[in-house]
């Protein structure tokens, strides 16, 4: 026998009991007016004037009341997406497209956000009509809430199953959300849903050349139990939400960690604006610490009783002093002659572009390498790659011309060792070799972590933070590129993106010279940490 879901969400149990004990609430709300549902029966509006939600904009709700009231009432607060953030989100809605292609037949319902009306109708003129499998973009409405499912694909008997794609490579929490309100209004709409499910990339997937496969790009993850038990918290969370929305003034809730999960909030510099520049929030590590130190009302660094117990970074931001430990010098002076400065920079296609890889791997497509003599001269030498094909071969025989095979290689995090394992794997022929300036790599990251603090760090060991701090004449604010990973959607767009020959040239040129700012900020560092340690201290604390 076929199972199915309830047809709608009164029909499951659990949510049947919610709904029930909303009506006791409903009944004593004074009548602001009805209006018919789609069976011709009437239904109460609690609120005439509320204004309409989404599946984003729940979510957003469930993360933080406030955030949800300032997005609908005044969104220009928010901090615009850099073009990072934005990549990202243009990258879900490219992968959407293809996970599209896995369900020939299928028809996309356009929007325009000025006609919900022809959208929602033209969704209704589809699902009746048997001979398309699936619906890209159904547009729903239920009690005012507006969702556009990714894929509503047809099975027997005139049900559906609810497919929500994501760019992901695994299932999280706030999906089962995203799921739980679609599969709410889907119902409530009148769809009978067989099942729900989430689409997602699979990280295991290895691209052979030729046309993607499809069936093996993305991972197919039913999650119709897990929905479901989610399913009865969505009555009562729209009406908390549609409640405090209806409040003149946006809700009182202090930042803190639920303002980066599941989502970076766009808020944040709003809500944050009036906050010390030592508030505790800004410590290094757990938050469990800023936790503790709330309960006891500590809000500034500069307050944390002496007796509080915290990591020496987080002492030593306390203390707000450069310090410099005992054994620096000798863990500088480590490094072998001649000592290369080298970074990688990199980029991560969702869909596999190049033979023999998977989605999201790092492919590098540029270094640079600044080589100090043990006499002081110091050489630079760079690549990029100058076309869309597959990089790195040629990126590895060039890096390996540039290194030799004498001399540490400093570098900044386990990145360029990981960079240079998978080039290894991917290049049999040069495996010996690569493997080899493996094994020269000397990071230089965890020896600043243990061994030296400056006041203008706040915590940080980001080299964008520390080169500034250590080298105010040598930071990144005058390059037009100046983080990695603006580098890689610059070189993306270079490459592979509509652009004319001069736009190329003025991107190439940028990329060059922000790999190579990262290198000469490696030399820099290492040459003004060593030079720190040859100059009197006062027991090593000295204010700044």
């Not at 997602?200 to 997937?205: M, Q, T």
Request: glycine share 6%.
């Amino acid at each position: 026998m076929r199972s199915s879901l309830p047809s709608s969400p009164s029909d499951h149990p659990a949510v049947a009991t919610s709904l029930r004990s909303l009506c006791g609430i409903s009944a004593r709300v004074p009548d602001t007016g009805s209006a018919l549902n789609r069976k011709g029966t009437m239904q109460l509006s609690l609120f005439p004037l509320e204004p309409r939600l989404s599946k984003s904009k729940y979510v957003s709700g469930l993360q933080c009341h406030k955030r949800l009231y300032l997005e609908i009432y005044t969104p220009e607060l928010a901090t615009e997406h850099d073009e990072e953030t934005q990549a990202r989100l243009d990258a879900g809605t490219d992968v959407g497209e293809v996970a599209r292609r896995r369900f020939p037949g299928g028809v996309l319902v356009d929007y325009d956000h000025g006609n919900l009306t022809v959208a929602l109708r033209r969704t209704e003129e589809l699902a009746s009509n048997p001979s398309i499998p699936a619906i890209f973009e159904a547009t729903l409405k239920f009690e005012n809430v507006l969702v556009r499912v990714d894929i509503l694909e047809r099975l027997a008997d005139d049900r559906w199953r609810l497919i929500e794609v994501k760019a992901s490579t695994r299932t999280k929490d706030v999906h089962l959300d995203d799921l739980a309100i679609q599969t709410h209004v889907a119902m409530g709409a009148g769809v009978r849903l067989e099942g729900i499910a989430l689409l997602h990339l699979n990280r295991a997937y290895v691209y052979e050349g030729g046309e993607v496969n499809l069936d093996r790009l993305f991972v197919q993850q039913d999650l119709t139990v897990a929905v479901l038990a989610r399913l009865a918290e969505v009555p009562q969370r729209l009406l908390s939400m549609k409640a405090m929305l209806m409040e003149p003034t946006a809700p009182d809730v202090d930042p803190g960690h639920h303002c980066h999960t599941p989502y970076v909030c766009p808020f944040w510099d709003h809500c944050t604006q009036e906050k010390d520049p030592r508030w505790v929030f800004y410590l290094p590590g757990p938050k469990r610490t800023f936790d503790r130190l709330a309960e006891q009302g500590v809000h500034t660094i500069d307050t944390i009783p002496g007796g509080f117990k915290l990591s020496d970074t987080q002492q030593r931001m306390k203390d707000n002093v450069e310090w410099i430990g005992p054994d620096l010098r000798a863990a500088l002076q480590a490094v072998r002659y001649p000592v290369h400065h080298l970074d990688f920079e990199g980029f991560m296609p969702a869909v596999p572009l190049f033979p023999g890889t998977r989605p999201y791997q790092t492919l590098p497509f540029q270094w640079s390498n600044h080589t100090e003599h043990e006499d002081g001269i110091v050489r630079h030498e760079e690549y990029l790659c100058a076309n869309a094909g597959d990089p790195r071969e040629e990126l590895a025989l060039a890096l390996l011309r540039s290194v030799g095979r004498q001399g540490s290689i400093c570098v900044y995090s386990g990145y360029e060792w990981r960079i240079l394992m998978d080039l290894a794997d991917a290049l049999p022929r040069l495996k010996r070799e690569l493997s080899a300036v493996a094994a020269r790599l000397w990071d230089l990251l965890p020896i600043v972590r243990r061994h030296y603090y400056h006041p203008g760090f706040e915590g940080s060991f980001s080299i964008k933070v520390i080169l500034p701090a250590l080298a105010p004449s040598l930071d990144y604010s005058n390059l037009e590129i100046a983080d990695g990973g603006l580098a890689s959607l610059e070189y993306y767009r270079m490459a592979f993106g509509k652009t004319d020959a001069a736009e190329k040239t003025r991107i190439r040129a940028s990329l060059l010279e922000y790999c190579k700012r990262d290198t000469l900020a490696l030399l820099e560092i290492r040459k003004i940490l060593l030079q720190k340690t040859f100059e009197p201290r006062d027991q090593n604390l000295t204010p700044v």
